[in-house]
């Protein structure tokens, strides 16, 4: 059973920051994009970030662009989000995808395979 893996979520101030990791486990991501995603109560899921097998290629949402760096170390299997100055709306469940299988990266159809979410809470 292939199951992304997130952690380093929590509770944090408004300006603080934040790092959370997905570590895969059954098969091997290197060649294909990998993402975060997150979901506020009663919203969908939306795109944070996104980053290409090389690491080469990033894509952000508007409202993380500047605040948050993606970044992927292909040998652990892992992805990371490193998340500053974060705000209250920052507020979310979020989840790690992997295996795009289109160049639609910004869509939750386009990943195979998600984590369980961890949740990220910014108190202002």
């Known amino acids: 059973q292939v199951q992304p893996v997130e952690s380093g979520g929590g509770l944090v101030q408004a300006g603080g920051s934040l790092r959370l990791s997905c570590a895969a486990s059954?098969?091997?991501?290197?060649?294909?994009?990998m993402a975060w995603f997150r979901q506020a109560p009663g919203q969908e899921r939306e795109f944070v970030a996104s980053?290409?097998?090389?690491?080469?290629?990033?894509v952000y949402a508007d409202a993380v662009k500047g605040r948050f760096t993606i970044s992927r170390d292909n040998a652990k299997n892992s992805e990371y989000l490193q998340m500053n100055t974060l705000k209250p709306e920052d507020t979310a469940v979020y989840y790690c995808?992997?295996?795009?299988?289109?160049?639609?990266?910004?869509?939750?159809?386009?990943?195979?395979?998600w984590g369980q979410g961890t949740q990220v809470t910014v108190s202002s």
């Open positions: 995808a992997a295996h795009c299988r289109t160049g639609l990266v910004r869509s939750t159809y386009a990943y195979v395979y």
């Open positions: 059954g098969r091997t991501f290197s060649s294909n994009t």
């Open positions: 980053i290409s097998w090389s690491g080469g290629n990033t």
